[in-house]
């Protein structure tokens, strides 16, 4: 059986400009590779790219892509203050969906959006 060792996700974006000040200049990825409107970021050791797509496109894999606003996609990011980065990325414009709160669990967390209304959970 074949042996999978890494894996990110591909996130389809309306503007990869405002995602790119989002992911990379609010939350702190660095931009690992470009061509053309596919971007790959990485934070730590995670990774996603994104890739500016519109309707009508169709993938390398000959579908159609068709990227929407909404809840297609959701991406945690780790902080030790979540209260501090709401504050920060609330400061910077950033829509914040859900408020601090410390959860059953044990993590404390909080939601905000990406410019296209991607929930992105901050938690500690």
């Known amino acids: 059986m074949a042996v999978f060792r890494d894996a990110h996700p591909i996130v389809y974006v309306q503007d990869v400009t405002a995602s790119l000040g989002f992911y990379r200049d609010l939350l702190g990825f660095t931009e690992t590779y470009r061509f053309g409107e596919f971007v790959s970021l990485q934070l730590g050791t995670s990774a996603i790219s994104v ?6 496109q169709d993938g390398s894999h000959g579908l159609p892509i068709r990227p929407r606003a909404g809840h297609q996609f959701e991406l945690c990011v780790y902080t030790d203050d979540v209260d501090a980065a709401i504050g920060e990325l609330r400061n910077k414009g950033v829509p914040v969906l859900v408020e601090p ?8 967390m909080a939601y905000v959006a990406d410019p296209d ?3 992105v959970m901050i938690c500690r």
Not at 51 to 56: A, H
Not at 101 to 108: F, N, V
């Open 51 to 56: 890739v500016q797509v519109t309707d009508g």
């Open 101 to 108: 709160a410390d959860q059953p669990w044990g993590e404390r």
């Open 117 to 119: 209304g991607h929930p």
